[in-house]
């Protein structure tokens, strides 16, 4: 008797995820996760998360039909999470590999769907210096793709897919489901007279919010009224306005923090220009984000999923170094024609985007799996 023949009214999908979105290190991943999460709670799925504690959230609760459980730190949450597997008793777990998996299949006893956003070789060695990076490093390039031999893989981009098969996961073990897109809110701002960036992600070391800092400094003088905003929050912080003093560009630079969702689409709504120099992304939710609004962006060509969600010469610009960052945003201040075709372009695409889409294509993912 198949899983899904077990327990077809009500089949319970448990995701073990590192974090949840009110982690104050939260971010598009953990957005992705919870909105499938939800929306297969609102199909009658029963659904739970595993993910970390932290400071000033419950242990338990429910969110839009979705039990969250928070249990363990930084670390700790992999081994709460796995050894609570027996007594959750589900049907189908989503293990989300963030670098590192919850080694879920040990303790198993279900189909085991793993969720991939991208693959973090350029991030182990800046982030955990060089030994723990290696090992890092082995765990997610070796270990990882032979512990889950014959499970299926999600991810949210070609170029994602395309990396994990550089793993030894095949193509036809893997499906792209990538992220959708919320409305974005009615705003009462307009775009501002003088040029204006934006970054908006978590101040952590591989966004390199510092290279757009340095953007800002290198066309300070083609540009004297040019300034950057960044929205976010992270530990990076202060790493990030010293950046700017030593650039001595710190009085045209506004570090935002945390800021609720109306506040982060009225930024986004005056900017002219989109910056995402991480130096990986598995999609970046921002850069549609912006285009909602009709801002193009500009990222790293080599910073994975960006090459999807940025139609290059469309709806946006992708850089090969630093040098072609500053040249596109040059550009792009100039030629104002070409500025508002490609933020035209980029509100069509993103008119186009839907969660409803993702979530059928995570559900079928769900369905195939309890049918193993």
């Known amino acids: 008797m198949t899983g899904l023949e077990r327990t077809a009214a009500r089949p319970h999908v448990l995701l073990l995820n590192w974090r949840d979105t009110t ?12 909105r499938m999460a939800e ?18 959230a419950p242990a338990e609760e429910w969110r839009a039909g979705v039990r969250i459980r928070r249990r363990g730190g930084r670390y700790g949450v992999y081994p709460r999470a796995l050894l609570a597997i027996p007594a959750e008793r589900p049907d189908v777990i989503v293990d ?37 990076g290696r090992l890092g490093w082995w765990i997610e390039s070796r270990l990882a793709p032979r512990f889950y031999r014959g499970c299926r893989y999600v991810t949210v981009s070609e170029t994602s897919r395309s990396e994990l098969a550089t793993l030894g ?19 009462h701002a307009e775009p501002d007279e003088d040029p204006m ?16 800092i340095d953007v800002l400094a290198r066309l300070s003088d083609q540009w004297p009224k040019l300034r950057l905003e960044v929205v976010g929050q992270g530990w990076w912080h202060d790493h990030v306005r010293r950046h700017a003093q030593l650039r001595g560009v710190e009085d045209r630079v506004v570090l935002h923090g945390w800021v609720d969702e109306q506040d982060k689409h009225e930024i986004l709504a005056r900017s002219t220009l989109h910056l995402c120099p991480s130096v990986k992304e598995g999609w970046g939710i921002s850069i549609m984000e912006a285009a909602a609004h009709g801002v193009p962006s500009i990222a790293y060509r080599a910073a994975g999923g960006v090459a999807d969600s940025i139609v290059d010469g469309s709806t946006g610009l992708l850089a090969a170094d630093f040098e072609d960052l500053v040249a596109h945003v040059d550009r792009l ?24 889409r993702a979530i059928d294509a995570f559900e079928q993912a769900i369905t195939d799996a309890l049918r193993q």
């Not at 982690?23 to 919870?34: F, K, M, Q, T, V």
């Not at 996961?169 to 705003?187: C, K, M, N, Y």
């Open 23 to 34: 982690h104050p290190d939260g971010g598009g991943s953990e957005r992705y996760l919870e």
């Open 39 to 56: 929306g297969l709670a609102g199909r009658g799925y029963r659904v739970t998360i595993r993910c970390a504690a932290h400071p000033g």
């Open 96 to 132: 989300v590999q963030n670098g590192v998996p919850f080694f879920s299949r040990l303790l198993a006893r279900c189909p085991v769907l793993v969720l991939v956003h991208h693959v973090h070789r350029e991030q182990w060695r800046p982030v955990l210096g060089e030994r723990l």
């Open 169 to 187: 996961i095949a193509r036809e073990r893997s499906t792209v489901i990538p992220p959708g897109l919320d409305p974005a809110p009615r705003t």
């Open 197 to 212: 960036l934006v970054v908006v992600g978590r101040l952590v070391p591989h966004k390199r919010v510092e290279h757009a």
């Open 333 to 356: 201040l100039t030629d104002r024609e070409e500025h508002h075709r490609m933020g035209t372009a980029g509100r069509t695409r993103a008119e186009t985007l839907g969660w409803d």
